[in-house]
């Protein structure tokens, strides 16, 4: 009898196991830009990414051939938050012209837009707080960013060589702006404050278009972005 009771005792053991190694992400032994060597790169639907420390996760590439023109950022995979987009992970992507981040992205790599046929991006309620410098390197088809009121600093450079959006809404006045978030001679129409209060609130971004003869649109915020 104790045998017996040892035998199935294995087995259910074995079967246990079997059923959690299920439940793991799908993992990609393809080497991935926007991530270190020792990272193990997972695949969920049409993305790669990497777990970080806290158990989020990190795109680091989009894979799908036939992208759709508007594309909304995965909130999480599973249990799983996406907190971060990594360097490259939209490199060179033609399909995708309209992006929308979801609630939990906190973090945005520089070059992760890189050379792109990204035309808008909305912040929504990301958590966002800094436009590291390069983010939009090369995105020469770039006409609107709709930030929110969690971006706080916007880095040098944030646009290098790339078109500078013509169309920036900003809620809040950030913390800090570079004046070199601009290249210098790529000039920008307009930005708009949307805002239903006095410009004046907004002295950091008046810095900011002063500097390159930006004309500043007050935008009322019932208004959809």
Do not use: W
């Not at 989009?62 to 759709?68: G, T």
């Not at 809040?172 to 307009?190: M, R, W, Y």
Request: proline share 3%; aromatic share 8%.
């Amino acid at each position: 009898m104790k045998k017996i009771i040892s035998i199935i005792l294995a087995v259910l053991c074995v079967a246990l196991t079997l059923c959690a190694c299920d439940s793991k992400p799908v993992e990609n032994p393809t080497s991935q830009s926007g991530s270190s060597a020792d990272e193990k790169i997972y695949t969920e639907g049409d993305f790669n990414y990497v777990l970080l420390e806290d158990g989020t996760a990190k795109l680091v590439k989009y894979n799908k051939k036939d992208a759709p023109t508007d594309l909304r950022i995965p909130a999480n995979f599973g249990d799983i938050k996406v907190t971060a987009i990594g360097k490259d992970t939209f490199t060179s992507e033609q399909n995708v012209i309209n992006i929308e981040l979801s609630r939990y992205i906190t973090k945005i790599e520089s070059g992760a837009f890189n050379k792109s046929n990204l035309k808008s991006i909305k912040f929504l309620d990301a958590k966002v707080e800094t436009i590291e410098s390069k983010t939009f390197t090369g995105c020469d088809n770039l006409l609107q960013i709709v930030f929110n009121d969690s971006v706080k600093r916007i880095k040098d450079s944030a646009f290098h060589l790339g078109r500078v959006p013509r169309v920036i809404h900003f809620t809040v006045d950030p913390v800090e702006i570079s004046v070199k978030a601009l290249d210098i001679g790529k000039n920008l129409d307009h930005l708009e404050i949307k805002h239903h209060g006095d410009i004046s609130n907004f002295k950091k971004v008046a810095e900011f278009a002063n500097a390159f003869g930006i004309e500043l649109v007050l935008v009322d915020d019932t208004v959809t972005a």
